[in-house]
């Protein structure tokens, strides 16, 4: 970890992203399937590779399919049992959300991920970003034992002047009780304005580039995120 505490988090997809990731200076990685929909859960086998290897915190994305937050009876005992599979694989955390309809958090769901997990970190995603409180949905979430919320503030962007105001409130109003994980949009350019409005003590960043086909993961932009981070305190 860096002296100043500020942990660089990437999601990756494979073995050797994660190898690649590390090396360039990521202190946690996030292991997900399907990075261009926005992160679905991984194969099992990737999960016993990138473990077994791992030199850093691995948390395991949960999430059966791409879309809304609103899961039916089926994708929550499929979410449950990939809780479940990652606490055996000895994986560090997940990654999840879950919402009802009406836009709150699904309080039933996320106790009943969370409840297989109490051994890992839980980690609630940018389904939180989809809520219509975002004061209730953090004291739920903190009374849920959730350990970090990965958020951009409810804006297109950590980086938009709305994201950063919102994530530094949702910082005070956790006083030290949950994690604020800013993430959305966090590229070199802007995370040093982000560090110092948000004052956060942790940065959540794709580090890819667009492609014909999707994206492609960029080790060049996490050693300058790396870089950037250490020089901002």
């Known amino acids: 970890m860096p002296s100043h505490g500020i942990i660089l988090e990437v999601p990756v997809e494979t073995l050797d992203e994660a190898n690649v990731a590390v090396d360039a200076g990521a202190d946690r990685l996030e292991l997900c399937a399907s990075l261009d929909v926005g992160g679905l859960t991984p194969s099992e086998e990737t999960i016993v590779k990138v473990v077994e290897w791992a030199t850093v915190p691995i948390m395991v994305m949960v999430r059966p399919r791409g879309g809304n937050f609103v899961y039916n009876a089926a994708e929550s005992d499929a979410m449950e049992m990939s809780v479940d599979l990652a606490h055996v694989l000895d994986a560090d955390g997940v990654v999840f959300g879950a919402l009802r ?30 809520v219509l409180d975002r004061k209730a949905a953090l004291d739920q979430l903190i009374g849920l034992d959730f350990d970090r919320i990965l958020t951009s503030g409810g804006a297109a962007s950590a980086a ?36 110092k409005g948000t004052r956060c003590t ?17 080790p060049a932009l996490v050693a300058e995120l790396r870089r950037i981070i250490d020089s901002t305190a």
């Open 101 to 130: 309809q009406d836009g709150s958090i699904d309080v039933e769901l996320c106790r009943r991920l969370t409840r297989p997990a109490v051994a890992m970190d839980c980690v609630f995603h940018r389904a939180f970003d989809s």
């Open 160 to 195: 938009d002047a709305s994201g950063i105001e919102n994530i530094a409130r949702l910082i005070d109003r956790a006083a030290g009780r949950i994690d604020i994980l800013p993430g959305g949009g966090i590229r070199p350019a802007n995370v040093a304005t982000i560090i």
């Open 202 to 218: 942790s940065i959540h960043s794709s580090c890819r580039v667009p492609t014909a086909g999707g994206s492609r993961f960029d």
